[in-house]
């Protein structure tokens, strides 16, 4: 079963556009964790935001939690046409370490 | 820099043969885990491993799916017999983290199945 869901399933925009793409889920968290995935490859980990931090940066991403809202958003600041990919967000929770994934958001960075 | 190995990178089988799957972690990487992501999904996972031992696999169908990390370094998944449902990508990732912490994991290029 999926816990998160990804808000909008697929975005489109222009380069040096940004893009945001938003994640809820539904049981307590420990951390929430975003992935992404070039088509057909495996997912490579961009940035990880603990249960009891609200703001965390890394280059040109941005990642907000609001545990209050079971929610989360990922950033992408002056996107490029190489950005484009799927984005998941993975919510783990206290069970062994397990990550459970939302489906995703299909972003297209047009050149 | 090191990465998560995986073969073969492409299946194809018929229905009701055995395919098996090899993964091979980062390098000291205690926990295993294998995911099967169908397309336009997220991964679900299948089966975690710390080291040699199988701390989850309550969503592995174990009618016909099986897992083994015998020595705790490589681990193989097997589906016997698959059916055509099977068709999917199959991932492994490792993660340095003792089984209950919460870090990063790593992904390997996954296995993709199609069964006819």
């Known amino acids: 079963s999926q816990q998160g869901e990804e808000d909008p399933q697929a975005l489109s925009i222009q380069e040096g556009e940004n893009a945001t793409m938003n994640c809820s889920y539904k049981t307590s968290i420990n951390n929430l964790q975003w992935y992404r995935q070039n088509s057909g490859r495996g997912l490579v980990h961009l940035i990880l935001?603990?249960?009891?931090?609200r703001e965390k940066h890394s280059g040109r991403l941005r990642v907000t939690l609001d545990t209050s809202k079971k929610s989360s958003s990922l950033l992408i600041t002056a996107s490029r046409a190489a950005d484009t990919a799927s984005y998941f967000c993975a919510t783990g929770g206290t069970s062994y370490g397990k990550l459970t994934f939302g489906q995703g958001t299909i972003l297209t960075v047009h050149p | 820099e090191a990465e998560v190995a995986q073969s073969p990178r492409y299946k194809i089988t018929e229905k009701s043969q055995a395919v098996a799957f090899w993964c091979d972690p980062i390098s000291g990487h205690a926990t295993l885990y294998w995911y099967r992501q169908i397309l336009g999904q997220g991964p679900e996972l299948l089966v975690q491993?710390?080291?040699?031992?199988?701390?989850?696999d309550s969503q592995l169908p174990k009618d016909r799916f099986s897992a083994e990390r015998l020595k705790g370094v490589d681990s193989t998944l097997k589906i016997q017999p698959a059916e055509l449902g099977d068709s999917a990508m199959y991932l492994c990732a490792s993660s340095p983290a003792a089984a209950g912490a919460q870090e990063t994991q790593y992904f390997g290029p996954g296995t993709r199945l199609l069964v006819l």
């Open positions: 491993f710390q080291d040699e031992s199988v701390v989850d």
């Open positions: 935001i603990r249960s009891n931090e």
